[in-house]
């Protein structure tokens, strides 16, 4: 309907798919107690190895190799010095995005020296039939193989974590690691691996940025990084919370480039903003006591500010620049505490020492 049609969802599915591989590695991490600020070094650096790898061995297969290895190895830089040398996760990781902008931008200006090299894009997977049903059937079933990896991705994890004793240890490392240490199950092995598979599908998730596009911009994750941050967040922790998220943002993204091409504001935009607010409410099963009466009065003022619009429906649009900023507005209100605390583990971000306990 209106903006909202089958190629906004197509768009949506392809805008997800980094995210979805970078915030299904974060989550793992978190679990452990691993704050990966780094995250969007680590899909910068899957980016560029990505692009270099798919231009000097011309196979796209390849060039995912080339990424997972260059997130992993970014991600080692990350453990070592969180979880071995117990710095601060926060500023380690602040330095590898720092680390990972001016390296890819030199590599990239020395390997690529002349005119912008753009490579062959992947065909789309199209499933037999499938792509074939009206309406949305290209929209789903006729999507870079990426797409569909990155949800069995987001399945693994979600298995792992909940259903394996692998799992069982790995989340016991973010809650209690002096129990998990103590019942056999080693929290530095367990931070490590978690840090570095966050590090290998970040770094495919870059891979699909310039693969997919078939060209490499320098900086051009551009944030998304900081995006599958707070789809863990927004997604409580859990990997079902996590992929809704991830297609919100998403969502939002693929949202903002159709109506930057739009004359006026579509009236699908205010009902949205009318109901984004009730659909919170209904989805987060909570009672209206539990809110605080703040964020309560917020929701009603947007809502009742959406349903005048759609009623008014004013002939005015906005800026482009102005829609960019709509996904990180969105990331701005969940970090802002839109979202409780209460789910987050209670060792995240803290560094686990033996001797400490001794």
Request: glycine fraction near 12%; charge should be neutral; include cysteine.
């Amino acid at each position: 309907m209106g903006v909202f049609d089958a190629f906004w969802l197509a768009t949506t599915l392809r805008l997800s798919t980094p995210l979805i591989f970078a915030s299904s590695g974060e989550l793992l991490a978190e679990r452990t107690g691993i704050l990966n600020i780094g995250l969007e070094g680590f899909m910068l650096a899957g980016a560029f190895f990505g692009f270099l790898g798919t231009y000097l061995t011309g196979s796209f297969m390849m060039g995912v190799v080339f990424a997972v290895v260059a997130g992993v190895v970014f991600a080692a830089a990350m453990a070592f010095l969180s979880i071995r040398l117990r710095a601060d996760q926060i500023v380690v990781g602040i330095g590898i995005n720092i680390l990972a902008l001016g390296l890819t931008s030199f590599a990239f200006r020395e390997v690529f020296s002349g005119p912008q090299v753009l490579l062959d894009r992947p065909a789309p997977w199209r499933w037999p039939y499938l792509a074939d049903i009206p309406g949305v059937g290209e929209a789903l079933f006729a999507q870079p193989g990426w797409v569909y990896f990155a949800l069995v991705v987001v399945v693994v994890i979600w298995f792992v974590l909940q259903r394996t004793a692998w799992g069982l240890s790995m989340r016991a490392t973010g809650e209690l690691p002096e129990a998990a240490d103590t019942a056999g199950s080693s929290v530095f092995r367990n931070r490590w691996v978690a840090t570095l598979v966050a590090g290998g599908l970040a770094g495919a998730g870059g891979s699909f940025l310039s693969i997919e596009l078939g060209v490499f911009i320098e900086g051009m994750t551009n944030g998304r990084g900081y995006l599958a941050l707070a789809a863990v967040i927004f997604g409580r922790w859990r990997a079902p919370g996590v992929l809704l998220a991830c297609l919100l943002f998403g969502g939002a993204d693929a949202l903002q480039l159709r109506l930057q091409a739009e004359a006026t504001v579509p009236l699908e935009v205010w009902l949205v903003l009318a109901l984004i607010g009730p659909a919170y409410l209904i989805v987060g099963r909570r009672s209206l006591r539990s809110h605080h009466p703040g964020t309560l009065a917020a929701i009603g003022c947007v809502a009742a500010l959406g349903a005048v619009l759609a009623a008014v429906q004013p002939q005015f649009t906005l800026p482009a620049q102005l829609w960019r900023t709509l996904p990180f507005v969105l990331t701005i209100v969940v970090l802002a505490g839109f979202i409780g605390r209460s789910w987050m583990p209670s060792t995240l971000a803290i560094p686990y020492s033996r001797e400490a306990d001794t």
